[in-house]
């Protein structure tokens, strides 16, 4: 086990101190030491002079997981990692309970052993440098003939982590090798229509082409019954997980972000806001519409996921708008065959609304880095640290499944050439990964595939060879499918601008949510037109009042200009 380093006395503070010195001058600068540790005396922030005695020998080290995983230290890629490539043995500690109270325990008495990798976040990336604890690590990501994986991360990503005196504080991990052609996620968010009550009503994909053409199916599909003999309810969608926003997109109003706090969209020199946008009204008006013509599911808005789920499971719904993930994608992944309602689902391309000349973004590819590992100063395990970091992050495009699962020719192997298809060649190893049991999964992996980083070039769960039961084929279907429909583009600045720290954002964002949540229901169930128009007066009057709209306007404009400036 692993032993933090006790305060020295001054005496060997001074001697290591002038050994430093001489060794900083013999590499003239050029960042190229181990970076041996004194006592803990002096700052983090010293370039890494911090870092601990004798690591260039180390061949093991401890990563503290920000996150709950059931954990086995011995797993097959783990024992593959410690024995051949990169020879490291890479000992895993998970997070119990919420991350955020267990960082702050854990910096509180004293810090974690040897490296933490952390989802990217401010706070977490705050907490770790006021804890001066933690290693300064620019000088890693310039020695390429050492350490040519953390060289060949995109300048765009570490200039964007330094401080104001040039510091980087952590190893970023799970970003887009490719910044200007970046992988565009796992789209889910589109309209799916039944084919089977499709073809029952007479009419093809090509009648569902415009908003119009889906009102006359939804009416004509109203007509059909279950295999119970019940009415289908014609169009649903999960509410609870803000699926109508697969609608607003529809009537062109952007609804993501890359982790700022509101969606925008330019216009002209400036931005318009979501709820300021007129296509937001129109969009609920139609909803509304659909809602009072008895089209659309009047238990939408109260459903929660089971239920919705089962609705899905049983052929009860003749079209839905959302999330594919949310409709149950496990309700056709074991299909082998039309054999039940969820094999029809056909997903379609976003209908053409009048006047509407573009699809509002519903998810923003972010290529940008999503984890941070961040390193201990006194750490005796620098050396392992780096050197597996830089395997994990090799800049080849199935580097996150060598991360995941081992190299090719191992556990899988490519099924005729390298990019193309792959399958998992050693059986034992596959039916463990695939039992649904966690602790048996982690005897094969340690799920760390996001210390690794990904590329459009190749996906490894678009290319799997294995297509039995067929309708696993669907979800990556699906997913390439709206993935091309329009409803995604590549982050933005003003995609980011996140609240400041005692601002109005961190103040009055939870209420502007609840505004929201309190009267999308409003909307949607108006009993006529009047009853609209007057939720809809109201809904301003509430995001003025209860939550400071106009000001909150203000303070982001300000931040977005401050942040152009930086």
Known sequence: MIIRKKRARWLGVMTLALLMFLVAACSNGSGGSNGNADSGSGSAADGGTNAAEGAGGSKAFKLWLGWTATINNDSKVQTYWRENEPGIDVQLEATQGDAMTALNLKLNTGGFDDAAIFARGDVVTSAMIRSNTVLPLEQYFDMPDKYPGLAAIPKLYLDAMKDKDGHIWSIPTWFDQNPEDPWPGWASLGWFVRSDVLEKTGLTVDDLKTIGGVEKYLELAAKQTDESGKPLIPLSFLSDANDENVILSTFGVSTATAGGVIPVQKKGDGYEFIYDNPQYKAAYQWMNKMYRANLLDHEAITDKSERYKEKNKTGRIAMNAGGFFNM?????????????????YEAVPYPQVDGVSAIGANQIVNPYPADDVFINKDTKNLEAILKFFDYTLTQNPEQQQVAAEGPAGVFWDWVDKPLGLWV???????ELHDSGDAA????????????????????PWWNYGVTEPKGRQKTIDFSEQIGKMGGIRIAEPQDMVKAKAGGLWEKYLPELENVRKEFKAKLIMAKDDAAFESAWKDFQA???KRAHWSELKEEWNQTLQETAKA
């Open 424 to 430: 998992f060649t050693d059986k034992n190893y596959q």
């Open 328 to 344: 149950d994608a496990h309700l056709w992944e074991v299909l082998d065959g039309p054999t039940e309602p969820a094999w029809y």
């Open 542 to 544: 509430a995001i003025e």
């Open 440 to 459: 048996k999964v982690a005897s094969t992996n340690p799920g760390l595939y996001m210390a690794s980083s990904y590329s459009n070039e190749w996906y």
